[in-house]
């Protein structure tokens, strides 16, 4: 019998190949990872049990070090760990070391106030877009001020992890970041004189469902119709592009285009919750500002709905009632000579009822500030400033004006009405310009009786109140302020705070009264 010889090279070749599939074939253990929120130059949230997690293989033990404490935990069955912090106060720079199957140190890591920055594209706007940019940026230089950026990522169903990193705020780092968020960031961190950071989460384009969770809005039938909207829109979709791609070649002849995928920015709803927002859970925060609402001012009713549910969401799933301050539609489209409805009209409407009925909201109006040619107006920083004024003066208790007036409360005066205001603060004046100008009438009021056609009214600032009136219109019964897209409105507080607009009916699509 012949015994054929193997080549040295094959035997050397098989060799390799063996230990190299021995190798491959043992079980290794996983390296120590954590999500990305957690990075060198992060902000962790002081004077809170803030949570750190991640992954490491079954039942490893994991030991946490950071400002004299060090924390044990186990990760479990599946590898996941969780280990909360006792409370530090505001403070660093420290290093933060984990140590597992391997070591991780995050180095110049504060302790301070985190603030979730999300919306739609007002909140994306970055500041090297803004008004006053370049002063902005060669100032932000800022150890104390850090940024990270979430990247657009929607998804199905609920993510483990996003993609950014935290920066310092420099001239090299802030100009792609959100204005918004740059400008009430920086206003923070100079009036309290601690580290802020900020996540910065936004999306231009996108409706509130989408950063809502399916569970919440499957909850609510209204909300629920939503969902049920947009996989109808899919699934017609679906059905449609089948049909044409049976015979693409005759459509192509015919000059018929394939069908268009219904899709948007971040696709449908919960998607960038799922991808976005979820992820970031459970990070310590202090609170979140919000953007949003042009893309839901076609239905500013459910917008009632949506708004309360999604910050109750949210604070549900990051473990605290953290404040929540939104920002109010500005004025966009040209103006109207008559009073009219308005879609944006009633959206602000929802916004302030939102900051009205739920604890720890606020908002900032910025009714004077739009620009009517374009939905991005470029001053963000009075936006910021005036977010930083609704969080210092609610969650941080100082002792400011941190709102202009609020409507409160209605009475008929033979002929006139009277209105009174909350957060009227030194006193209501019209704005600097118009006084400037020497015209201290009050502009932005319209009057109606019972058959509910509004006219513009007279308005007289009257201490704390503002009176009301219209020869046209004898046995008045309602009165709206600022109701329009783009009203010409100019009741301020003399903190320099524009007052909400608002109406004291609730009367669907009134009808509009002739020139």
Known sequence: ??????????????????????????????????????????????????????????????????????????????GKWLIKLDPIKEGGPYELS???????????????????????????????????????????????????????????TPLADVSGKWDESSPATSPSFSAVGYFFGRELQKELNVPIGLIHTSWGGTAIQLWQSKEVMEADPEMKAVIDGWQTRVDQYEAQLKKY??????????????????????????????????????????????????SNAGNAKLYRKQMPA??????????????????????FMKKDAQPVDSDWAELREAQLQTAQTNPKTG?????????????????????????????LGTAYDKKIEYSGPEYDSMKVESSKIRLTFKH???????????????????????????????????????????????PEVPNPVAVRYGWSNNPDCNLYNKEGLPASPFRTDNWPKAPIAKP
């Open 1 to 78: 019998m012949m015994i054929r010889r193997i080549p040295r090279q094959l035997s050397l070749l098989l060799l390799t190949l063996l230990l190299a599939t021995r190798a491959y074939s043992a079980d290794p253990q996983p390296s120590l990872h954590l999500p990305a929120i957690f990075s060198d130059n992060m902000v962790l949230q002081r004077n809170f049990a803030t949570p750190i997690w991640g992954t490491a293989s079954p039942n490893q033990a994991i030991t946490l070090t950071i400002a004299g404490q060090t924390k044990q935990a186990t990760a479990d069955q599946s």
């Open 98 to 156: 984990i140590s597992g199957p391997s070591t991780i140190t995050y180095k110049n890591v504060l302790i301070g106030d985190v603030w979730i920055c999300s919306g739609q594209s007002n909140m994306e706007f970055q500041l090297k877009s803004a008004r006053d940019a370049q002063p902005a940026i060669e100032s932000s230089s800022n150890p104390n001020l850090r940024l990270f950026t979430v990247k657009k990522n929607p998804a199905n």
């Open 245 to 294: 791609q049976l015979d693409a070649a005759k459509a192509k002849e015919e000059g018929k285009p394939a069908p268009t995928a219904p899709r948007g920015p971040g696709n449908g709803p919960a998607t960038l919750y799922n991808g976005m927002i979820a992820p970031l859970v459970p990070y310590g925060i202090t609170g979140a500002i919000w953007y949003q609402g042009e």
């Open 310 to 331: 999604m910050i109750n969401q949210w604070r549900k799933e990051f473990g605290r009632d953290f404040p929540f301050y939104q920002v109010q539609l500005a004025n």
């Open 363 to 391: 908002m900032a109006v910025i009714i004077d500030i739009g620009e009517a040619n374009d939905i991005h107006p470029k001053n963000k920083e009075d936006v910021g400033k005036r977010l930083a004024l609704a969080a």
């Open 424 to 470: 009227t603060g030194s006193g209501l004046e019209v704005k600097t310009d118009d006084r400037a100008a020497g015209a201290a009438k009050v502009k932005g009021f319209a009057i109606a009786g019972e058959d509910k056609k509004f006219v513009w009214a007279d308005a007289q600032i009257d201490g704390n109140s503002i009176v009301v009136s219209s």
